[in-house]
């Protein structure tokens, strides 16, 4: 219930309520000519099945006392209007744990979905930040 009202009011995608929202993630796979019917079929029941088996879990986990320290560089995109993940909790979570690098970049025109609000920004973060630390 409450993940239905967040993003009602906005906090799956900045000023969008969740008809828009879920228009706004959805639209680009449909119209994606790259893809099949049954690749975009494939795809929301991946997602189907993923929410169904992973969501209620995920929530369950309190990462502040389940992984304090990680041994990979550490990227967290977080969008200032959030509510799904909630910006302070989220600022608050990566100044605790430690990683031997680690960097918060805030997305100032996004709520949750970060790389469908800010496509440009988001991939100039992965292809000046974080592309030149993978390894190939």
């Known amino acids: ?31 994606f000519r790259e893809y099949s019917l049954g690749d975009k079929i494939a795809y929301l029941r991946g997602e ?30 977080q969008g200032r209007y959030d509510l799904q993940t909630d910006f302070e909790t989220a600022v608050a979570y990566y100044e605790q744990i430690r990683a031997p690098r680690k960097e918060l970049i805030v997305f100032e025109e996004s709520a949750h979905l970060v790389p469908y609000e800010e496509p440009e920004k988001f991939m100039r973060v992965l292809v000046d930040r974080v592309r030149p630390l993978a390894r190939d």
């Open 48 to 77: 189907e099945f993923s929410m169904k088996h992973l969501e209620e879990p995920m929530l369950d986990d309190d990462l502040t006392t389940s992984i304090r320290e990680i041994d990979v560089p550490l990227f967290v995109l």
């Open 1 to 31: 219930m409450q993940r239905k009202w967040v993003r009602e009011f906005g906090g799956a995608a900045h000023g969008k309520n969740n008809l828009e929202s879920l228009w706004f993630l959805v639209g680009p796979l449909i119209t």
